[in-house]
């Protein structure tokens, strides 16, 4: 049965939205493929604005591969603002895809990407515009299958009861292998209609079904056991590590927007995976281990990327992006290879103690020396120490002055707030650093303008690292900290006026923190917050910490749990935890040892330069790390 | 200032006529600008770049029709650092954008015809087509009568600046109902030509729309589509428009421009084509 386009009734409707463009599709390397030719069909939602979801990696690295299947077909939505949510919902409209304007609930599978925990309610937005139930359980065989993805799909629960399935990890393969379930199922005939699909899916162990999985409380509220509640479902659901980045070199063809997005780049993942092992850092700690791209692949893809796109800027990203085995020739080569053709090159992620002069030179060649930024993270060396960032404020001094003495005017450091064990001394002391920064900067360069730029952000602990058990920082603290940190930065007549502080309240980093750690219970609040408006809650303008509080309150209520016991309460070593069944690979004792040596301020050393300190990734996912160097060169491209 | 050779110079400039069709009219001028530079680099066009620390490719864009307005006729004027075909340019282009931002046409400017703001002074007025579904034609044809015979007609705007009244009626030169135009249509709807002075402040379909609902009680059911056809220097003689870039043709210098393979622009009339001849000659 062919599906039609809504675009005809939409379009009318488009001079009455901001940025109608956003809602239009059509941007380049874009497709919309015949419907009736596909098997399985795939609708990949970024829950969030267009400008934001757009450029993201994940999405535009499933679609491509999909589409490139005879037989599959993949098309993309986005959240839709609430201007056009309520156009939507006047004349019918469902949610859509912007490439063939299909509606979402048309398709077989309804996958969503979620980087953050905040885009929940905007599911249930999605959701509920393309009138398929916000509950599993209300779902019938012609309904989509609700597929969550991303890094806070290694703790679905909060939003279990409203997903079909959940899978961890790197997509590109497990993308590829549900479609096939889903189009044996289908050639089949549906056998056993929909719940036979998602027990086809689950009993492999890389598809994790939240209703093939029970679980129990304790009396005083914790949990008691997640066990899966029918045959052949395994205990415990993998994540799925991509090795051989070389070998899934996408996007290929990235897409190019008509309207103004977040990231007008073209974007290369140099690496993935990142064993620092900063303990905060849950990306760090569950895409282990470190798989290098190769720097001849590196090449060719910002190449092709480059010549399909138009695009000016290249992005070459990972977690720290200074620690590929060749960044030296990686930089070198591609500087040489677009001199004077007004490209310029990023690198978004950078440590302090990775950063050499020589490198930042090689990614301004083009042009720009504006601005450099690190992430010490903690103010004190203390504090570093118990997050296991191994920077040394003398490394940073170095370096800075380094920087100032190349031209460089301006540098940004990154901190969090509400960290574990932090007293007020440890973020008072982000105020001294920034002060040596500037008379390091001063005195290098013996100018008055050099600026440094302190952004704070509210340290949330996160599933699968060794923080899971730590106590989060209440806001009136984590307020209070801030408070006195700005004060002591106002009051400092040498310096103050140029150090620029960039902060943001403490009450959002809560909530976050209730859907990071909570469990199958916070899903009442979340679908409660949605239906008392709660949309957009990434963006401060539309974030209302009230709503959250008071819908906690009510939907809790006869629990023995509440929003503090998910937050601010400090989990013991036996208590199971929402997330238990779901193994990104980490050894249990391993996290919590690590827990263990961060109050103690002991560190860890990085695993692809000293000896493995047994994580357990390795061994329990059958990884390994693969780095370089090749010992490669890139060679300059043929002028045509 | 960065270290290195100066930026190369333009030493060629290409004016170009482009389209911004169907969905695309939902584009702003930002997006098409952004598009435009991808496009341009991906079709290898050798534009010239400012100096500086943040170089700009050297793009300038006469004023542009509005987010969900579409056009026949907005205009662009390229600096290249080498000498190009304008035909092959035009193909090259058209090619890179995506459909529905098309080149129309591409012209070489002659060297020493003055600076680039020269185009933007030829731009002296703006044909418009606006479809209005759902209005009887004798409804409008009242209205655009009653607009014509008002001698202003005094509109309010919300602008950057705040809100701003003058009047809407000065600067239509002609305005009128196309009878064949809207019953030949898909669907019942009235569609209104009107020619319209660029003036400061400027006055928009939409304010046009704004001065038919005051003086004739005119109100659509549905959003108006509106499409720029055409804009150039205002003939007094006929009250229509002449093709801006034909002094550019007519120049002596367009000789050099023949040789180098023109021949895109050699067919061409000095009246501009109207659009919907341009649109049944593509399809």
Partial sequence: MPIESIFPRLEPLLPRVQKPIQYVGGELNSQVKDWDEAQVRWALMYPDAYEVGLPNQGVQILYEILNERAGTLAERTYSVWPDMEAVMREHGIPQFTVDGHRPVAAFDVFGISFSTELGYTNMLTALDLAGVPLEAADRTDDHPIVLAGGHAAFNPEPIADFLDAAVLGDGEEIALAITEVIREWKGEGRPGGRDELLERLARSGGVYVPKFFDVSYLPDGRIQRVAPNRPGIPWRVDKHTVMDLDKWPYPKKPLVPLAETVHERFSVEIFRGCTRGCRFCQAGMITRPVRERSITTIGNMVEEGLKQSGFQEVGLLSLSSADHSEIGDVAKGLADRYEGTNTSLSLPSTRVDAFNITLANEFSRGGRRSGLTFAPEGGSERMRKVINKMVSEDDLIRTVTTAYENGWRQVKLYFMCGLPTEEDEDVLAIADMARRVIKAGRDATGRRDIRCTVSIGGFVPKPHTPFQWAAQCDHETVDRRLKALKDELRGDKEYGRAIGLRYHDGQPSVIEGLLSRGDRRVGRVVRAVWEDGGRFDGWTEHFSYQRWLACADEALADEPVDLDWFTVREREEVEVLPWDHLDAGLDREWLWQDWQDAVDETEVEDCRWTPCYDCGVCPTMGTEIQIGPTGRKLLPLNVV | ?283
Avoid at chain 2, 90 to 112: F, H, K, R, T
Wanted: proline fraction near 8%; charge should be neutral.
């Fill in chain 2, 1 to 283: 200032m960065p270290e290195g050779p100066a930026p190369a110079p333009v030493i060629h400039r290409l004016r170009v006529r482009y389209a911004k069709r169907g969905r695309l009219r939902f584009t702003s001028h930002r997006d098409i600008s952004r598009a435009v530079e991808r496009a341009v680099r991906r079709a290898g066009i050798p534009v010239a770049f400012s100096a500086g620390f943040s170089p700009h490719p050297k793009i300038s864009y006469t004023g542009a029709a509005a987010t969900g307005v579409a056009s026949e006729a907005e205009y662009l004027e390229l600096g290249l650092t080498e000498i190009r075909d304008p035909a092959r340019v035009q193909a090259q282009l058209d090619a890179a954008l995506p459909d529905g931002l098309d080149i129309c046409d591409v012209v070489v400017v002659p060297p020493g015809s003055g600076k680039p703001s020269a185009l933007a002074e030829r731009l002296e007025a703006s044909e418009w087509r606006v479809r209005l579904d759902g209005v009887a034609h004798d409804d409008a044809a009242a209205a655009v009568a009653a607009f014509l015979a008002a001698g202003t007609v005094e509109v309010e705007r919300l602008t950057k600046k705040g809100r701003r009244r003058f009047d809407a009626r000065s600067a239509v030169s002609s305005f009128e109902l196309d009878r064949r135009a809207s019953e030949a249509a898909d669907a019942p709807c009235a569609i209104l030509r009107m020619v319209v002075r660029h003036t400061t402040p400027a006055v928009r379909p939409d304010d046009i729309l704004t001065g038919l609902r005051q003086v004739a009680d005119l109100a659509p059911p549905s959003p108006p589509l509106v499409t720029r056809l055409a804009q150039g220097p205002l003939d007094a003689a006929t009250g229509g428009l002449t093709d801006p870039l034909g002094p550019d043709r007519a120049s002596p210098e367009r000789e050099t421009a023949h040789a180098a393979g023109d021949v895109a622009g050699a067919e061409r009339s000095d009246v501009v084509p109207s659009a919907d001849a341009v649109i049944s000659a593509r399809s």
